[in-house]
């Protein structure tokens, strides 16, 4: 992730899943998460989500806003925004307000956009 990116993450994760650990199963959190290894399961977060570059989410993913610098496979849902950055890799469908998309970023789905509807 960018260093701007970097910044913001260090002030304000509350949980990590580090590089070289594997979790399996459901993560419920009411703030910031961040993702180095790898979690196979579905991951519910009140606040962010980040997927740092190496990590890896596999399952259904709900938050307000989602980074991702790794790789996401299956569903992600995100009341605000989800962010791919230049190594970011969304493999599956994703439901969110806001959306963007570095131009070197990976993005095979499809995307629904759930902002206001006049």
Do not use: P, Q
């Not at 960018?2 to 260090?10: N, P, R």
């Not at 399952?59 to 995100?78: F, H, P, T």
Request: glycine share 16%.
């Amino acid at each position: 992730m960018g260093k701007k990116a970097d910044d913001y993450v260090a002030s304000r994760v509350n949980s990590v899943i580090g590089k070289g650990t594997e979790f399996e199963g459901t993560i419920r959190t009411k703030e910031t998460c961040r993702i180095e290894g790898v979690v196979k399961g579905n991951i519910i977060s009140e606040g962010t989500l980040i997927v740092g570059n190496g990590g890896k989410v596999d399952g259904k993913v709900e938050a307000v806003n989602i980074l991702i610098g790794g790789d996401a496979y299956g569903e992600l849902y995100a009341s605000n925004k989800i962010e791919a950055n230049a190594s970011g890799r969304i493999f599956g469908n994703i439901h969110t307000k806001s959306l963007i998309v570095d131009e070197n970023a990976i993005f095979e789905g499809t995307c629904e956009m759930t902002g206001n509807k006049e």
